[in-house]
């Protein structure tokens, strides 16, 4: 493994490649680890690297360990702590034959995340998120799914009406798609929502939290039915952190009750709501 940064002066991303070091996991063969060629000389030293083997520049890590024979050059580079502007060292790692490893992920543009990535999941409840366009871009092999919003987060028919687009069906709800210049993506449930198409739904506590605030709805409707004229309602807070109360023993979570003078310090009810109407959690 190479790395780009985790030097000494950025210690949590040492620590999480020095703990795989200590499992077996992988060996640090080289590095670029830090933008002050003094910290990353010194920081190689730490590693116990040869010094032919530490880098000033990634640009120059990536250039000869390309070069090495396969065996002696490093298999993949970890950008420690990544951010947005390690865009281009993840890429100039791609371009040179390396796969990238991020100890988290790193802020795109959807232009820009087409580059690099290999699965993307619209969540958006928008329309038109990943458009034909992008998927003619990404990448060979490319998984695009959707689990935001109906099937219009993603241009399928779009995708369909292009020229030269094949649609072979691999089996039902995974289609590849091939493109006229030789790349292909595969599309899950046909852009619908994939936990429905490709799997069983929802977890049954998600679906409890949404029955819950059904059912507690209906009974207030019917319990204050002269209160309520013909309309549409949003669910009351008091109601809304009682589906959350309910659920709380679930989570193995329980609640300190305020007292009668804490309640009236913070100007509410002990019981709830906590939060005012226009609140959002």
Known sequence: MGMVGGGSDAFIGAIHRLAAFMDNQIELVCGCFSVDPEISKESGKLYYLPENRVY?????????????????????????????????????????????????????????????????????????????????????????CNIGHFDNEIQVSELEALSGVQKLTIKPQVDKYTFDHGRSIYMLAEGRLVNLGCATGHPSFVMSNSFTNQTLAQLDLWENKDKYEVGVYRLSKKLDEEVARLHLVKLGVKLTKLTPEQASYLGMNADGPYKPEHYRY
């Open 56 to 144: 000033e520049t990634y640009q120059e890590m990536f250039e000869k360990e390309s070069l090495l024979p396969e065996g002696e050059r490093m298999d993949f580079v970890s950008i420690v702590t990544p951010n947005f502007v390690h865009f281009d060292p993840a890429m100039m790692a791609l371009d040179h034959g390396f796969d990238v490893v991020l100890d988290k992920p790193i802020t795109f543009t959807l232009e820009e995340a087409i580059k690099l990535g290999n699965i993307f999941v619209t969540t958006t409840g928008n329309k038109d998120v990943i458009t034909a366009k992008h998927m003619s871009n990404m990448l060979e092999e490319a998984i695009v």
